[in-house]
Nanobody, 118 residues
């Protein structure tokens, strides 16, 4: 089974930046369309950024222009560069397969907490 481990979260001030990483086991990672999801307290988990196996990307409107998803298939890793962070970005962030391009997701990792506060 593919295992997912997220890292890179933390506490930042509004306008700051963070880079999240998602490390996946197994060489078949390169075939998966991947995404970053976030879940804030009391809210549903939502897909905010996605990237295909070939590197094509898509974003939810609320993060477009501020977040950049990328991947390094040789390292079995997907990244989320987050700039111009806002308090409303505060959430637990998770990676997984892109739900719009896959019939089933992988098991969820522990996630990494992002808190944007002054």
């Amino acid at each position: 089974q593919v295992q997912l481990v997220e890292s890179g979260g933390g506490l930042v001030q509004p306008g700051g930046s963070l880079r999240l990483s998602c490390a996946a086991s197994g060489s078949i990672f390169r075939f998966f369309a991947m995404g970053w999801y976030r879940q804030a307290p009391g809210k549903q988990r939502e897909l905010v950024a996605a990237i295909t196996s070939g590197g094509s990307t898509n974003y939810v409107d609320s993060v477009k222009g501020r977040f950049t998803i990328s991947r390094d298939n040789a390292k079995n890793t997907v990244y989320l560069q987050m700039n111009s962070l806002k308090p409303e970005d505060t959430a637990a962030y998770y990676c997984n397969k892109d739900q719009s391009r896959s019939s089933s997701l992988l098991g969820w990792g522990q996630g990494t907490q992002v808190t944007v506060s002054s």
